[in-house]
């Protein structure tokens, strides 16, 4: 069973920055595609970023230029640094390890709150 343990959400005024992590249990870690995605009050669960194994990674529109999602693979941890944030990025946001052809794993969710 693979335990995804997220920490870093917070509240911050607009313009400030904050970083998550997500520290997975299992090595197979090594192999997944790694996703941070966020869900807003009353909205879906959406993708902010994503990291593929080998570290091409892949952004949001609303948040390129503005968030950097990086994974350390000694550590089996994924990271979220944003910056320049917005009353509109507040939501709970969660990390997700996706292996191909397997089921995939999600994170207990962090809440992020950014002040106008």
């Known amino acids: 069973q693979v335990q995804l343990v997220e920490s870093g959400g917070g509240l911050v005024q607009a313009g400030g920055s904050l970083r998550l992590s997500c520290a997975a249990s299992?090595?197979?870690?090594?192999?997944?595609?790694m996703g941070w995605y966020r869900q807003p009050p009353g909205n879906q669960r959406e993708l902010v970023a994503g990291?593929?194994?080998?570290?091409?990674?892949n952004y949001a529109d609303s948040v390129k230029g503005r968030f950097t999602i990086s994974r350390d693979n000694a550590k089996n941890t994924v990271y979220l640094q944003m910056n320049s944030l917005k009353p509109e990025d507040t939501a709970v946001y969660y990390c997700?390890?996706?292996?191909?052809?397997?089921?995939?794993?999600w994170g207990q969710g962090t809440q992020v709150t950014v002040s106008s």
């Open positions: 299992a090595n197979i870690f090594k192999l997944s595609y």
């Open positions: 997700a390890l996706q292996p191909v052809g397997l089921r995939d794993y």
């Open positions: 990291i593929t194994r080998s570290g091409t990674t």
